[in-house]
């Protein structure tokens, strides 16, 4: 039988936020994976009201939240926008969160096709009008990035056509970030037209290296296909990174995880991000849990504590000079033989 877990005597209190500098701007952790600042995906609460579901992370001491914009959890498109957006913006405040938007929607902009229209399609009108309309909600927000992606090239568009309107529909989106002040993380996901760190690196060069469009960084797409080791793929875009999504995976398979059921280790990752000075949210990203949606939360915000902390045992070990660990060797041998010898 399970134990519950113990909860706060007052649901969705609130905590002091992150510190921060002069400008607004969170203060990077210095090198210390364990004041990495930890959030989690509300497309991993579908089965919850977005209030209930901001106190949850809250009480479960979550730092902040990535907010998939969808019909349960202020949809973009439903009437009243600007006070629903008040109103979540004054939840996030008085319960300490950060948060960064992500637009992964499934079915939002059409009930038949899941995530169409994309930038690639013929008309990407509603596409582009829905990024611009996060652009703007998270300005509203403050939030810390905005993600997007590029979608999965349909069969009767060339591969020539598709990077184009990419391009394009990136540059209208650019636009609105740079009017409205706010970064944009663009997210490889495997199976679409961009799924690499290398096909990011093509796409903004592409777009003249804008100053707001980052990358978003899933951990778990890292083990799926990328040919670095995962720390390696932080230290490759780490003068990039806006966004973090965290969730375990297997090399090949694009499933998203739970911690400790996939091969990626963890506590190299925590510290390759925080050796980067990466200042934003590392958020799990666990789509397809939201029916056990607080257990898995809890588990998921121990194991990564759990890493965090275990990577100061590591740095000290290598920290120890070698001939201090020549000499305790040494001590220990001649302790054995002590021991036998009595």
Same mark, same amino acid.
Request: hydrophobic share 40%; proline share 7%.
């Given at each position: 039988?399970?134990?519950?877990?113990?909860?706060?005597?007052?649901?969705?209190?609130?905590?002091?936020?992150?510190?921060?500098?002069?400008?607004?701007?969170?203060?990077?952790?210095?090198?210390?994976?364990?004041?990495?600042?930890?959030?989690?995906?509300?497309?991993?609460?579908?089965?919850?009201?977005?209030?209930?579901?901001?106190?949850?992370?809250?009480?479960?001491?979550?730092?902040?939240?990535?907010?998939?914009?969808?019909?349960?959890?202020?949809?973009?498109?439903?009437?009243?926008?600007?006070?629903?957006?008040?109103?979540?913006?004054?939840?996030?405040?008085?319960?300490?969160?950060?948060?960064?938007?992500?637009?992964?929607?499934?079915?939002?902009?059409?009930?038949?096709?899941?995530?169409?229209?994309?930038?690639?399609?013929?008309?990407?009108?509603?596409?582009?009008?829905?990024?611009?309309?996060?652009?703007?909600?998270?300005?509203?927000?403050?939030?810390?990035?905005?993600?997007?992606?590029?979608?999965?090239?349909?069969?009767?568009?060339?591969?020539?056509?598709?990077?184009?309107?990419?391009?394009?529909?990136?540059?209208?989106?650019?636009?609105?970030?740079?009017?409205?002040?706010?970064?944009?993380?663009?997210?490889?996901?495997?199976?679409?037209?961009?799924?690499?760190?290398?096909?990011?690196?093509?796409?903004?060069?592409?777009?003249?290296?804008?100053? /707001?469009?980052?990358? +978003?960084?899933? #951990? @778990?797409?890292? &083990?799926?296909? %990328?040919?670095?080791?995962?720390?390696? $793929?932080? =230290?490759?875009?780490?003068?990039?990174?806006?966004?973090?999504?965290?969730?375990?995976?297997?090399?090949?398979?694009?499933?998203?995880?739970?911690?400790?059921?996939?091969?990626?280790?963890?506590?190299?990752?925590?510290?390759?991000?925080?050796?980067?000075?990466?200042?934003?949210?590392?958020?799990?990203?666990?789509?397809?849990?939201?029916?056990?949606?607080?257990?898995?939360?809890?588990?998921?915000?121990?194991?990564? /504590?759990?890493?965090? +902390?275990?990577? #100061? @045992?590591?740095? &000290?070990?290598? %920290?120890?000079?070698?001939?201090?660990? $020549?000499? =305790?060797?040494?001590?220990?041998?001649?302790?054995?033989?002590?021991?036998?010898?009595?």
């Amino acid at each position: 039988m399970t134990v519950p877990r113990p909860r706060p005597a007052q649901s969705g209190t609130a905590r002091p936020r992150p510190a921060q500098s002069g400008n607004g701007t969170v203060v990077p952790p210095s090198g210390d994976a364990t004041t990495l600042r930890l959030g989690y995906g509300t497309n991993g609460f579908a089965n919850h009201r977005l209030d209930d579901a901001l106190a949850v992370l809250a009480d479960l001491g979550y730092d902040g939240v990535a907010l998939t914009l969808d019909h349960d959890h202020l949809d973009p498109f439903a009437p009243g926008l600007t006070r629903r957006i008040a109103a979540v913006a004054r939840r996030l405040d008085a319960l300490g969160l950060g948060v960064v938007i992500e637009t992964g929607a499934r079915y939002l902009l059409d009930p038949w096709h899941k995530h169409a229209p994309t930038l690639l399609h013929d008309d990407p009108t509603r596409r582009i009008e829905f990024l611009r309309r996060a652009v703007r909600i998270g300005a509203d927000l403050g939030a810390e990035a905005v993600s997007f992606w590029a979608g999965v090239r349909p069969e009767t568009v060339s591969p020539q056509c598709a990077w184009d309107r990419l391009v394009a529909g990136c540059a209208s989106v650019i636009d609105a970030a740079d009017s409205a002040g706010v970064t944009l993380g663009f997210e490889p996901e495997p199976g679409m037209l961009v799924e690499s760190i290398t096909d990011w690196r093509r796409l903004h060069a592409a777009l003249d290296a804008p100053a /707001r469009f980052g990358i +978003t960084l899933d #951990i @778990g797409h890292c &083990r799926c296909l %990328e040919p670095w080791p995962v720390p390696q $793929c932080v =230290a490759e875009v780490a003068d990039h990174l806006v966004n973090v999504q965290i969730d375990d995976m297997r090399r090949g398979v694009h499933e998203h995880l739970e911690f400790g059921t996939g091969e990626i280790d963890f506590p190299p990752v925590l510290a390759a991000l925080a050796e980067a000075g990466y200042r934003g949210l590392v958020a799990v990203e666990l789509p397809r849990d939201s029916h056990a949606a607080p257990d898995v939360a809890a588990r998921s915000i121990d194991f990564l /504590r759990a890493a965090a +902390t275990s990577t #100061i @045992g590591d740095r &000290r070990r290598q %920290e120890v000079p070698a001939d201090a660990l $020549c000499s =305790a060797s040494t001590d220990a041998t001649d302790r054995d033989t002590n021991r036998r010898v009595e």
